[in-house]
């Protein structure tokens, strides 16, 4: 197998820079150069977004940044010891021990076990003293080398022999120790799976307490034995990612938390989860679906009414979205091959032609028509999938069915979004409602599948027939009866409300109330009914503005943005490209009160003049990469430019004349705990 380290892949004793991106940037330079990378940029960029999701600093003065990348070629492990200490986010402070682990996408499990097997070694104190010892590149190697072929550790299921003894080897009147299992998850499965495993055995032994952990990685999990969990008194999970096999801890006590606690805080966590073992009312694992949601509705007790609706809307707008993107292109697709007229004939040239037998116009209108029908049937789930997921925020899995119901109740009726909204929410009461009776066990099996679907299909979708449907269905033709006799200046006006909203949370709830507007009426669009594509090509360009600017400025003034911030740049150009505001969050969440209001200022200006000139998009998403979708593309592209330059100025203006201190030194902590 090759050698993961080399001299070559060894720094030591050198300031690589001030924050986690130097150094990063500079190992992943080393795996370039070393031939196990095909590029830097790439690299570095996975490496650092991996960083962004969570720091990777431990305890003792320890980092470990690592990521899979397309970029990796073969895995290599590049070091440094660090002259001039970094903070990676480590309680304890910065690091000047660096491993940067760089795997292929498809690494092989020996790898992945090396990799696995050297970060727990990491967190054995002659190890790492011996590598702060080391006195030339060959003798970090070979140390390196060392750990990795020395014997491997016994899994920690395999560690303390004590879990295997039986009742008949207790021979003294000392009460038995007692016994936790664990399981550790991390997202990539490399490094902090096992340092987390590592250190709750070890500081459970300190303890005398029997813990085995099944380590949820890369490189494979070996499952605890049932018995050993029948046996423990309490389980911890430290876990980024859901748990697999859930089910087989259901009834223990239980301690939740993420990964890194359980390195950073292992003795913590073994207090806690023996605390759980002694207390009657601590928290369990469920035993089932329903018993999951009744423990998050405890979670949520604490949440008043606005933050209830919030989290649900955003919930259905989230699972809606994917229907609208790819429906609303299909759409697009159909009017570019087929024209405006494939909306009048595409049933019939679909269901009567073929390849075989081409309809008048050739293959060219057959395929608009099938491009055409597959997106206005895709886009036939936009209210029902709102309304489903709306539900299931609200009541888990049994909410899906009756929501989906009421949904389509709504589209039937005409009621549109806002009844979609409606019927949702209906749904998901009702069906929590009828999920909180007290019934019969052996009904109780029936309840997620049969009853509550049932019932709450019944009650939703009746007050939506009966009551509520027509009156919502005349708001909505209102509505859309105001929006498409709108011309001139309150045009103008409802192009600066939708920049506004666009870009004042970045993907957050005001975000998605405008751009859910927009979607929900764009298959009313027609060639005499322009208005909801005028709204989707206003929401769009405006929504392109804030990672544009940010990224413009980032080039225009350098010197106000941190390095880490100077690297986000580079990617929110296409990110803005591509219609994703969020590629501005990073910079609003280091300097909110300069950013957003710099992005408002310019998306208000994109919004009015894309109202102004007729801009029209019958896509919902994509950005410049739907241009075939946008009409008056010209202003499109200038309104956009307008205001990407417009925030630009601005934030470069607030950060210059609004603040007293450097921005340096403000920004680059918020930067990299986002």
């Not at 924050?19 to 490496?47: C, T, W």
């Not at 070996?222 to 087989?248: C, M, N, S, T």
């Not at 929410?425 to 066990?441: D, K, N, S």
Request: with cysteine.
């Amino acid at each position: 197998m090759t050698q993961l380290i080399t001299t070559q892949l060894v720094t030591l004793d050198q300031n690589l820079g001030d924050s986690p991106a130097d150094v990063i940037r500079v190992l992943a330079g080393k795996v370039a150069a070393s031939g196990r990378a095909s590029e830097v940029e790439g690299l570095f960029a996975d490496a650092f977004a991996r960083e962004q999701k969570t720091a990777t600093g431990v305890p003792g003065g320890i980092a470990i940044p690592h990521c899979r990348s397309a970029a990796v070629q073969e895995p290599a492990l590049a070091m440094a010891r660090l002259s001039h200490k970094v903070d990676f986010g480590a309680k304890d402070g910065p690091a000047d021990l660096i491993f940067f682990i760089a795997a292929p996408d498809g690494a092989d499990q020996e790898h992945l076990k090396l990799l696995s097997k050297l970060a727990r070694s990491l967190i054995k104190k002659d190890f790492t003293a011996a590598l702060r010892a080391a006195a030339t590149e060959q003798d970090i190697v070979d140390l390196v080398d060392g750990a990795l072929a020395d014997r491997p550790a016994a899994a920690p299921a395999e560690a303390a022999p004590a879990a295997a003894a039986g009742p008949d080897e207790s021979t003294t009147t000392a009460a038995a120790p007692k016994r936790i299992v664990a399981v550790t998850a991390c997202p990539t499965g490399i490094a902090h799976t096992y340092m987390a495993a590592d250190s709750l055995v070890a500081a459970a032994k300190e303890m005398g307490v029997d813990l085995q952990v099944e380590t949820q990685g890369s490189s494979g999990a070996k499952p605890l034995d049932p018995a050993v969990i029948a046996a423990a008194d309490a389980v911890i999970f430290a876990v980024d990612v859901d748990v697999r096999g859930k089910e087989r801890f259901a009834g223990k006590p239980v301690i939740n938390a993420p990964v890194k606690r359980g390195i950073d805080e292992p003795e913590k966590m073994v207090r806690e989860a023996l605390a759980a073992a002694e207390d009657p009312h601590a928290r369990r694992v469920p035993h089932s679906g329903a018993e999951e949601q009744a423990e998050r509705a405890e979670d949520e007790k604490g949440e008043h009414i606005g933050q209830k609706l919030k989290r649900a809307l955003l919930t259905g707008v989230s699972y809606m979205i994917p229907f609208v993107a790819g429906g609303g292109l299909l759409i697009a697709l159909g009017f570019l091959l087929g024209g405006y007229e494939i909306t009048e004939v595409a049933d019939k040239v679909v269901l009567e032609n073929n390849f075989g037998n081409l309809p008048e116009g050739g293959l060219t209108i057959y395929l608009g028509a099938v491009l055409f029908k597959i997106g206005a049937l895709s886009m036939g789930f936009l209210v029902p999938a709102l309304a489903g997921y709306i539900a299931y925020a609200i009541a888990d899995r049994p909410g899906i069915a009756p929501g989906f119901v009421a949904g389509a109740v709504s589209g039937f009726m005409g009621a549109g979004f806002l009844g979609g909204i409606v019927g949702g929410l209906l749904a998901g009461y009702i069906a929590h409602l009828i999920g909180t009776w007290q019934v019969p066990r052996w009904l109780r099996g029936l309840m997620p599948v049969v009853i509550i679907p049932l019932l709450a299909s019944i009650v939703a979708s009746g007050l939506m027939f009966l009551v509520l449907g027509g009156p919502i269905a005349g708001l909505t033709v209102a509505l859309n009866t105001w929006l498409t006799g709108m011309s001139g200046a309150s045009a103008v006006v409802l192009g600066i409300i939708l920049g506004l909203m666009m870009c004042f949370d970045l993907g957050g709830p005001v975000n998605k109330v405008a751009y859910a507007f927009a979607v929900a009426g764009l298959s009313a669009g027609s060639a005499d009914n322009q208005a909801p594509w005028l709204i989707m090509g206003t929401v769009m360009a405006a929504g392109m503005v804030p990672p544009l600017a940010m990224a413009l400025a980032t080039v225009l003034n350098k010197k106000l943005f941190s390095l880490a911030e100077r690297e986000n740049g580079k990617a929110a150009w296409l990110l803005g490209a591509s219609f994703i505001s969020e590629g501005a969050i990073p910079f609003a969440a280091a300097d909110p009160l300069r950013v957003i209001p710099a992005s408002m200022v310019g998306g208000a200006l994109t919004g009015a003049l894309c109202m102004a000139t007729g801009v029209t998009s019958q896509a919902p998403h994509g950005g410049l990469f739907v241009f075939f979708a946008i009409g008056n593309l010209p202003m499109f592209l200038i309104s956009i430019v307008a205001g990407m330059v417009v925030s630009a100025l601005a934030v470069i203006a607030l950060k210059r004349f609004a603040v007293k201190k450097p921005v340096e030194a403000e920004a680059t902590p918020a930067t990299v705990s986002v």
